[in-house]
């Protein structure tokens, strides 16, 4: 994707800190003694959805969570992101989430809510002047099911700013498009767990932004430390999902890689 027709957001890195191990969905708080609960990270690679957000470069990520006992939640969560992909602000991503999670059985849970992606002073660069910013607002609905989870997100505004001005071709508004999220994560040693993850992203009126994502990776409990590295890929097209830094040159965000973490929840 070049540089000034499209760019999207944030994060699949390996981080536990979130429900999802965060393919960066940062939006689902975790339910623990405290009704507050943050988290910190440093993570090779900011991985969202399986696009790089940092310009395949290492980024520094931490939140803050709030759950009540009767399933409502409030977060917020944040991440250094690349001036290439979102220029002219503070190369940052801020995310603030809410919903409520519902226990349908002993294994079974429900979780409603929204997220806004806020990206503080950037916007695209676009020929026509105007500002139009990345901005992004979601609703979704997720289950989990003992170590399974599934997602579905859904795009209130165009999708990261993608419309006529921005996008790659003058197809319209890109309001509606979604992401289809299947995780799964289980212990299989003291200390140590397995986790996985596949996705899909749809890009409304922009077919050639659509692609799958996935991620197998492990993570392991060092004295409250966690020691993440996973193996991400994707099948999205290079010639759109390529972005331009000053100096001409260029690099694909959709690659596959393998993505380090530590992370410390408190």
Request: hydrophobic share 35%; charged share 15%.
């Amino acid at each position: 994707m070049k540089k000034s027709l499209l760019a999207l957001a944030i994060l699949a890195a390996i981080t536990p800190l979130h429900s999802n191990a965060q393919t960066k969905d940062s939006e689902a708080a975790s339910t623990t003694a405290s009704p507050l609960a943050g988290n910190l990270a440093i993570v090779s690679d900011y991985r969202f959805r399986g696009i790089s957000q940092s310009y395949r470069l290492p980024a520094v990520q931490g939140g803050l969570d709030y759950a009540h006992e009767s399933g409502f939640y409030l977060g917020n969560w944040n991440s250094s992101v690349s001036g290439n992909q979102y220029p002219n602000g503070a190369s940052l991503e801020m995310d603030f989430y809410g919903g409520f999670k519902i226990p349908l059985s002993d294994a079974v849970t429900l979780d409603l809510g929204g997220l806004y992606y806020y990206y503080p002073g950037s916007y695209y660069n676009v020929a026509s002047g105007g500002k139009p910013t990345f901005n992004n607002f979601e609703l979704y609905v997720g289950s989990t099911f003992g170590p399974l989870t599934a997602k579905a997100s859904f795009t209130a505004t165009d999708y990261f700013g993608v419309n006529s001005t921005t996008g790659y071709a003058p197809n319209g508004g890109s309001k509606g498009s979604y992401y289809l999220d299947l995780g799964y994560s289980t212990e299989i040693a003291a200390k140590t767990s397995l986790v996985a993850h596949v996705g899909y992203q749809n890009v409304k009126s922009y077919s050639n932004y659509n692609y799958v994502d996935y991620k197998l990776g492990v993570t392991y409990d060092y004295t409250g430390w966690i020691l993440g590295a996973a193996w991400i890929g994707t099948n999205a097209k290079k010639d759109y999902w390529t972005y331009y830094e000053g100096s001409g040159a260029t690099k694909f965000v959709g690659n596959n890689t393998a993505v380090l973490s530590i992370s410390k929840a408190f």
